[in-house]
């Protein structure tokens, strides 16, 4: 079973050697079939990447995907795995009766599980959660999701967070499968828990970048007793866009007794600030600080 469903979905958990196959056909075959053995025409691989691959051609629901399958050419449906049939060996695609079925029966854990990207070896892992658009029914509210990223775009995994919680409770959980060592591993702000960082340091070897923000007063307060003035930057990025210029220059300051976030080693720890200034339609505006701890 996979990390979101009681149910056995997979045949076999996902290894690292089967993350790096860049077939997602040899992937999803550890996918359990929801559906009953009597009356299958399709697999389930075949007809998971028809829906991918509709959805790649800019099909935004299960009508539109079904109308991409029906009018799919028979090389298409052939490299999809659809299986000929009758005197003439035609192929025919899945319905859109039966796109609908299979997708809303699939676990989406296990699929997340399947088609993630490998993180060992990656510069940085970011951890980052968004409300899907219009997943909201009725009864249901929106589906949130939190998701792990490498360098790229490349999806790690990706978690639902369950209703009535926050990000917080599915970080430890979206990143224990993976071989973290040597990893840096960002999040934003809600995600600036000693025991997160305590997590990435001591169990996954891993180095983190997390956000100091006003919900944390007490540690805010210390990173900004520090003395950056002493501190200059010695690169500078501008960047211009959403009707404002930034210029961005990070300073780092080192030290051995700190404010509290666990490190590597005895060295202590390397808190840094990334010194931003914006100007608005061309008018200076105030100077803002967003502290960062970084493993040395």
């Known amino acids: 079973m996979c ?25 999803l075959c550890h996918l359990t079939d929801p559906r009953d053995r009597r009356g299958r ?35 298409a449906l052939e490299r999809l ?15 859109a009766s039966t796109l609908r079925r299979v997708l809303t029966l699939v676990c989406p854990g296990a699929l997340a599980d399947l088609l993630g990207s490998d993180p060992a070896g990656a510069a940085s892992v970011a951890v980052d959660g968004k409300t899907a658009r219009g997943s909201r029914t009725d ?22 967070v369950p209703d009535k919680t926050t990000e917080v409770t599915g ?17 934003d702000a ?10 990435l340091v001591e169990a996954k070897k891993a180095h983190y970048l997390l956000i100091v923000k006003g919900n944390q007063p007490g540690l805010a307060a210390a990173l900004r007793a520090l003395p950056w003035k002493e501190v200059t930057s010695r690169r500078y990025d501008r960047e211009a866009g959403h009707g404002r ?7 780092a300051y080192g030290h051995r007794s700190g404010p509290g976030l666990p490190t590597h080693g005895p060295g202590g720890e390397d808190p840094a600030a990334p010194h931003r200034h914006q100007d608005r339609h061309g008018h ?13």
């Open 139 to 160: 009864t249901a509210p929106a589906a949130h999701l939190l998701s792990a990223v490498v360098p790229g775009g490349r999806t790690v995994s990706q978690l639902r």
């Open 81 to 95: 795995g659809i299986r000929p049939g009758g005197p003439f060996a035609v192929r025919r695609a899945p319905s």
């Open 190 to 199: 809600l995600h600036t828990h000693r025991e997160h960082a305590k997590w």
């Open 284 to 296: 200076p505006a105030d100077c803002l600080r967003n502290h960062r701890h970084d493993g040395p």
């Open 171 to 187: 970080f430890t959980r979206l990143l224990a499968p993976f071989d973290l060592t040597g990893v840096v591993v960002t999040a």
């Open 3 to 27: 990390r979101q469903s009681a149910t056995v979905c997979l045949t076999k958990t996902p290894s690292r050697q089967h993350r790096a196959v860049p077939a997602p056909a040899e992937r």
């Open 41 to 75: 025409r399709h697999t389930l691989v075949s007809v998971l990447l028809t829906a991918a691959s509709a959805v790649l051609a800019d099909a935004r629901s299960y009508l539109a995907v079904g109308q991409w399958a029906r009018h799919a050419p028979q090389d």
């Open 245 to 251: 210029r930034e210029t961005l220059g990070p300073h």
